[in-house]
């Protein structure tokens, strides 16, 4: 997560975009469960990856499909709220 919200943020703050603008950019980048869980499931029916593993990499996926659009929700309504 750190490297999209880096990779894409910091851009986005150099072309102009204020910085909880380009946070906002980063975390939207950063959603890539489902090409992971695939990933993760040919390795797994491959045996390139255990069941441990394979829980992990889901686990993460999940985590990092889940709390990026939480984070811009509460920074977006956040900074309505405040400008009101």
């Known amino acids: 997560m750190i490297t999209?919200?880096?990779?894409?943020g910091i851009p986005?703050?150099?072309l102009g975009s204020d910085v909880r603008d380009s946070m906002v950019i980063g975390f939207g980048?950063?959603?890539?469960?489902?090409?992971?869980?695939i990933v993760a499931?040919?390795?797994?029916?491959?045996?390139?990856?255990?069941q441990p593993l394979y829980?992990?990499?889901?686990?993460?996926?999940?985590?990092t499909?889940?709390?990026?659009p939480l984070i811009i929700r509460n920074w977006i309504y956040g900074k309505s709220e405040r400008e009101k």
């Not at 499931?41 to 255990?50: K, Q, T």
């Open 4 to 8: 999209k919200v880096l990779g894409c």
């Open 12 to 14: 986005a703050k150099m």
């Open 29 to 37: 980048m950063t959603p890539r469960g489902e090409v992971a869980m």
């Open 41 to 50: 499931l040919i390795g797994l029916n491959r045996g390139i990856l255990d």
């Open 55 to 63: 829980a992990a990499l889901v686990a993460m996926s999940l985590i």
């Open 65 to 68: 499909t889940i709390l990026p």
